[in-house]
T-cell receptor
Framework: GQQVQQSPTSLVLQEGENAELQCNFS?????MQWFYQRPGGSLISVFY???GTKQSGRLTSTTVIKERRSSLHISSSQITDSGTYLC?????????????FGGGTRLTVRP | GGIITQTPKFLIGQEGQKLTLKCQQN?????MYWYRQDSGKGLRLIYY???????QKGDLSEGYDASREKKSSFSLTVTSAQKNEMAVFLC?????????FGKGTRLTVV
């Protein structure tokens, strides 16, 4: 089965609503990372979050490594938040840091 | 700050052709990666390299070669392009913590 499960797969919001995106991992991991991608665009790192809670503006990430899960909260959503949010598990060993991605959450924010 | 530069941005090839994609980073990161992104299939790791002249296979290495000629550059070769193939190839680098991505090379095979 998939090592990284994201939910929901898609989400439609009215501007100003909040969103909660989830990421669950089937195996132990060292850390995780959230990315944002516009259609046709590159992956932009949103959070690198080994554990605990990190905040950047309207975005908050909470990772509980022991429970193999992470969440991304978007408050007061804006139209420009639309795009795909990807989470990835990070495994560090002697062969470097390796990412395994989830399938993504496609977010649409409407006016 | 630094930047990851991928060339070319767009690549059109013919079936059976050997195609090379290039990636340069000025972060001075040890590890570099090549991922492939297909619509509806997410990102899959092709090759990665933890230092100059090192190569590690990912989940999708068949049909590809890679070369880490120096710390700052990592190239990927599609050994024989498949007809109607369309995908975005993403290069990334990391100091073995956070991973940063380039803007991608969009491949179309006719």
């Amino acid at each position: 089965g998939q090592q990284v499960q994201q939910s929901p797969t898609s989400l439609v919001l009215q501007e100003g609503e909040n969103a909660e995106l989830q990421c669950n991992f089937s195996t132990s991991l060292n850390s995780m990372q959230w990315f944002y991608q516009r259609p046709g665009g590159s992956l932009i790192s949103v959070f690198y979050n080994p554990s605990g809670t990190k905040q950047s503006g309207r975005l908050t990430s909470t990772t509980v490594i022991k429970e193999r899960r992470s969440s991304l909260h978007i408050s007061s959503s804006q139209i420009t938040d639309s795009g795909t949010y990807l989470c990835a598990m990070v495994m560090n060993n002697n062969a470097g840091a390796k990412l395994t991605f989830g399938g993504g959450t496609r977010l649409t924010v409407r006016p | 700050g630094g930047i990851i530069t991928q060339t070319p941005k767009f690549l059109i090839g013919q079936e059976g052709q050997k195609l090379t994609l290039k990636c340069q980073q000025n972060f001075n990161h040890d590890t570099m990666y090549w991922y492939r992104q297909d619509s509806g299939k997410g990102l899959r790791l092709i090759y990665y390299s933890i230092t100059e002249n090192d190569l590690q296979k990912g989940d999708l290495s068949e049909g590809y070669d890679a070369s880490r000629e120096k710390k700052s550059s990592f190239s990927l070769t599609v050994t024989s392009a498949q007809k109607n193939e369309m995908a975005v190839f993403l290069c990334a680098s990391s100091p073995n913590t956070e991973v940063f991505f380039g803007k991608g090379t969009r491949l179309t095979v006719v």
